[in-house]
């Protein structure tokens, strides 16, 4: 009776079956009414204290972000970054954080008011998205401040990125994410390294990523590739000797770069941002530039989303572009491997959140080509030696 009036989430069918149990139970067929309760599928809404609690949390971790002059702060001012994440969050929240956004005009206005609305979980239109997204906020800000004092190769800092990943989504959203009260459950969230196996050395993309959520009323299975980049003063060189770029933009929904950006002259690098593939090829063309070229310099801050908002408010929405949609986990792994599973990314990020049947078997799938990633490897590192070359290449 409590869950019928709460404002938690309800199953779909809940409303049938408690009017089913109802009628039961005023005929004085208890048992037979008692046997259908556990067809009440509903969400254990947590307690007004819980949600101030994290609220809380959120502000707090806000308030030390923005002591410094690193990351999240300086982002801002890539306007077309910023303009970007805050459109896309504005689809994942309530109507009246949405309207709250809309009216700010500005991206830098918007840009400082999206993780103040994002602070509330009942902002979001699935409260459990706040935990991701904090998540991820936090993994790109402290991205950033790594970057802040370091010149790497690709490869160690894909390495680093993925430690931080795994390390805000298991110790800290993955302790949050029951707390929220949704039925059946199960998460999977973390990072798994390519297994040293004969395909190895056909790695494809660095980085890929799969969500598959079923939690309240939220049901999304998408899958991404991203190839890694170096980023001085907003300039990737997007070309290669391989053609990652028209590879990656063949895959439109599917296709990103990830930038790491460094800033040479200033302490001050913005947080890791990402960018569809095919929008950089398609301005290289309007420049009549070859895009099969080995050398392609290009502004990478024009469009695209912050690391955070491209995951939680583009991979985690299903009415989004972002993302190619799968079915089966043997679909997300084609995804991954570019239309074949023999091509996998260096690193796979998963984001899971379903039954535990289904995250089982994902987590089985998957480990017949990945391993765990060595623990804290990548986060003691700290590599100050400066390199020139650039990493890994789609289809090596």
């Known amino acids: 009776m409590a869950a019928a009036r709460d404002e938690g989430w309800l199953d779909d069918d809940f409303a049938r079956h408690f009017e089913n149990i109802a009628s039961l139970a005023q005929e004085g067929h208890i048992s037979d009414a008692t046997k259908l309760l556990p067809k009440l ?5 947590p307690s007004t204290a819980a949600y101030t609690g994290w609220q809380q949390e959120a502000k707090d971790i806000l308030v030390d972000i923005y002591r410094g002059s690193i990351g999240v702060p300086v982002t801002g001012a890539l306007t077309d970054i910023a303009q970007g994440s805050a459109e896309l969050a504005v689809s994942s929240m309530r109507d009246a954080p949405a309207r709250e956004m809309a009216s700010c005009s500005h991206p830098a206005d918007q840009w400082q008011l999206l993780p103040v609305l994002a602070a509330s979980p009942q902002h979001f239109t699935v409260d459990v998205l706040w935990a991701i ?19 790497a190769h690709e490869d160690i800092l894909n390495g680093r990125f993925s430690a931080l990943f795994e390390k805000w989504l298991t110790e800290w959203a993955a302790k949050r994410i029951p ?11 973390g990072t798994l390294q390519l297994a040293n196996t004969s395909e190895e050395a056909r790695t494809g993309a660095d980085l890929g990523v799969i969500i598959s959520l079923n939690v309240g009323g939220l049901r999304c299975r998408k899958a991404v590739l991203l190839q890694a980049k170096r980023a001085k003063r907003g300039i990737a060189d997007v070309g290669s000797t391989k053609g990652q770029l028209p590879k990656l933009s063949r895959l439109p929904c599917a296709g990103y770069y990830l930038f790491y950006h460094e800033s ?7 947080v890791p941002t990402v960018s569809s593939a095919g929008l950089l090829q398609q301005r290289l063309l309007e420049m009549q530039k070859d895009t099969e070229a080995r050398y392609l310099p290009l502004d990478v801050r024009t469009n695209g989303w912050d690391w955070a908002s491209f995951v939680s408010f583009g991979l985690c929405n299903v009415q989004s572009d972002i993302g190619e949609n799968f079915d089966t986990i043997e679909d997300a792994l084609s995804i991954l491997g570019s239309g074949s599973t023999g091509e996998l990314p260096q690193y796979i990020h998963v984001v899971a959140i379903e039954d535990e049947p289904y995250v089982l078997e994902l ?3 998957l480990r017949e080509h990945y391993r765990s990633m060595p623990e804290n490897k990548h986060l003691r590192a700290r590599s100050r030696k400066k390199r020139s070359h650039d990493g890994r290449e789609l289809g090596r």
């Open 264 to 270: 040479p002259s200033t302490p001050f690098p913005p």
């Open 179 to 189: 707390d929220f009260g949704y039925p059946s459950a199960s998460s999977y969230l």
């Open 41 to 45: 599928v509903f969400q254990s809404r």
């Open 363 to 365: 987590k089985r799938r």
């Open 133 to 151: 997204y904090w998540g991820m906020l936090q993994c790109e800000q402290k991205m950033a401040e790594f970057l802040a004092d370091t010149t």
